[in-house]
């Protein structure tokens, strides 16, 4: 799907069966766009996680009090490429409360720099 932005108003653009298009008007969409939260990082023999779920758990108060549509978190999930249990425990904990109980779209990118 393709997004345009027309004095204040989004069409939702849609290709179907690679031949025809449809508009129809849809609301404005508030998009919480995060990125870098690097979970498990460590500064040598000491953990982040607790500053990292206090930042984390901010992160979902923003998105609740703006009403954002969706959430984008765009890349640098975790620090390392096989990170502890503890980072993931918490990467899904805060994913499901990003996703208000899985009624508001989040879309995560893993990827690094």
């Not at 978190?73 to 620090?79: E, H, I, Q, R, S």
């Not at 980072?87 to 995560?108: D, K, M, W």
């Amino acid at each position: 799907m393709f997004y345009t932005m027309v004095k204040n108003s989004c069409w939702q653009i849609t290709h179907i069966r690679n031949v025809s298009f449809y508009l129809r008007k849809v609301k404005d969409l508030k998009i919480l766009h995060t990125a870098d939260w690097h979970i498990g990082k460590r500064l040598q023999e000491y953990s982040r996680l607790q500053e990292q779920r206090i930042v984390l758990n901010e992160i979902v108060d923003i998105a609740n009090e703006q009403q954002a549509d969706l959430v984008l978190v765009a890349g640098d999930l975790f620090d390392v490429f096989h990170p502890a249990h503890d980072a993931h425990e918490l990467f899904y904990q805060i994913l499901y409360r990003l996703s208000c109980n899985g009624t508001r779209p989040v879309i995560a990118i893993a990827g690094n720099h």
